[in-house]
């Protein structure tokens, strides 16, 4: 009698569970549709920062375009990509695009699976022609994918544009060499166009969840720094806004809620959160880097995604981006989307706040569309990182801390620089074997 009665209580406190959380979703929605109806895109990006983010896919279809500056979508993007000149990476968009919807969504046929693979080939097509200066890298078609199940291939190709020019601009930078403060030699660029021609934007910033892990958890830090693991662990979250590494749609998607209404560095502090919450299991393993890699790429089923995205937004306010760069003593380039976020995308938000006329706010987008085609037009040499005050450092960190973060930096693209292919495959698809046999190849251990 008493087991029955505990479970009596516990069915009565789950149902007082699920309707409290029907009445907040509620509330919720009724609050987000009120700003979206006032565009109230400020009031709209914290929404989307706060637990259940825009809550359903139905306020997303409203929110994200709005968030993007493309709410009033146009019948057909203009002019149609095929009248377009052809784009020199669409034979690799074709090599990826067959890999895509193998595990969301689920349980459809394999008719339904081409028909979204034939059309994430026009939606991406769409993007490189329209913008020729951009430049492929595997794990755009995982974002890509997102946006086209949301909102149907018109929409997705339109959405997708100012993701890639103001949000993930940084991987598509072309033959991107190293030009940190120091006189280092540049990477050269690998012979194949197939992916990325240099990784070298993304590694700096990887190299900076290091940073992050160091000042949050030291203990955890110093097994992982003697194992030797690298930042590799989480090249694919970042690049893929986690929709690689994640099979469940709604947590993807309550993801992509998050990376819309922040800085692009959002999904770095989101890695290391997830890293940060991972350190019983870590610290048990033992300090093996294959092993670690492999234990970190994978990202549990059954994550907590809102108690994750609390921690990264406190990691965000201790860590600012300008703040980690300074105490990583690692500049990203002053023309990355994070550091001109404020300048090219936060001054959209302050117009459409004030309620400007329509035709202003179209004349000030074209404007930061023109900027953000100009900056990857730039050659390496035009490019510069983010100078590096010796004596702020001082002020937020050892100086041993940042000898190390750049010998960190300089390992991975000694890695890098021996093999980007087999760097990419091991990031991708984070095999042990694979691993070891990088690691032990290039002695990084």
């Known amino acids: 009698m008493p087991r029955q009665r505990k479970r009596i209580r516990r069915s009565n406190n789950n149902n007082n569970n699920n309707i409290s959380k029907k009445n907040d979703n509620h509330s919720k929605t009724t ?35 709005l968030l993007l500056y493309c709410d009033q979508l ?9 009248e377009l000149d052809t784009h020199k990476d669409e034979n690799q968009v074709e090599l990826d695009i067959i ?11 394999d008719e339904k699976k081409q028909e979204l693979r034939t059309q994430l080939t026009s939606v991406i097509t769409h993007v490189l022609r329209t913008h020729p200066k951009l430049h492929y890298y595997q794990g755009f078609h995982d974002i890509a994918s997102i946006f086209l199940l949301l909102f149907g291939e018109k929409d997705a190709s339109i959405l997708m544009e100012n993701v890639s020019l103001f949000l993930i601009r940084y991987p598509f930078f072309k033959k991107h060499i190293c030009t940190m403060n120091d006189n280092e030699n540049p990477l050269p660029a690998p012979s194949s166009n197939a992916m990325l021609d240099s990784l070298d934007p993304i590694l700096r910033e990887i190299t900076m969840i290091d940073t992050i892990i160091q000042h949050e958890d030291p203990k955890l830090h110093i097994h992982m720094t003697e194992s030797g693991v690298l930042p590799f662990y989480c090249l694919s979250w970042i690049i893929t806004w986690f929709s690689h590494d994640i099979d469940d749609i709604s947590k993807i998607v309550r993801l992509f809620d998050l990376f819309l209404s922040s800085n692009p560095l959002m999904p770095l502090y989101v890695a290391a959160a997830l890293v940060l919450s991972r350190r019983q299991l870590v610290l048990k393993e033992s300090p093996d880097p294959s092993m670690i890699h492999t234990l970190l790429t994978k990202v549990p089923k059954n994550i907590n995604i809102e108690l994750l995205i609390k921690r990264a937004i406190e990691l965000e306010k201790l860590y600012p981006p300008y703040e980690l760069q300074q105490s990583s003593g690692i500049g990203l380039d002053q023309e990355s989307s994070v550091n001109t976020y404020k300048e090219m995308w936060l001054k959209m938000v302050i117009i459409d706040d004030n309620n400007e006329e329509k035709d202003n706010k179209q004349q000030l987008l074209q404007s930061m569309r023109k900027k953000a085609q100009d900056i990857l037009a730039m050659s390496a040499n035009e490019r510069t990182p983010l100078p590096i005050d010796p004596k702020r450092v001082a002020t937020i960190s050892n100086n041993s801390n940042i000898s190390f973060g750049k010998q960190l930096l300089d390992k991975m693209r000694q890695s890098y620089k021996h093999d980007p292919m087999l760097w990419t495959t091991v990031a991708l698809s984070a095999g042990v074997i694979t691993f070891a046999v990088a690691t032990d190849q290039f002695g990084l251990v």
Not at 42 to 61: E, H, K, Y
Not at 74 to 81: L, Q, T
Not at 99 to 109: A, E, G, V
């Open 99 to 109: 890999r895509s919807f193998n595990t969301y969504p689920q349980d459809i046929p």
């Open 31 to 65: 609050a987000v549709n009120g700003e979206w109806k006032v565009r109230n895109i400020t009031a709209l990006r914290a929404m989307g920062r706060s637990p259940g983010g825009f809550v359903n896919n139905d306020l997303r279809r409203k929110i994200w375009p």
């Open 74 to 82: 146009p019948e057909k993007p203009s002019p149609a990509y095929t």
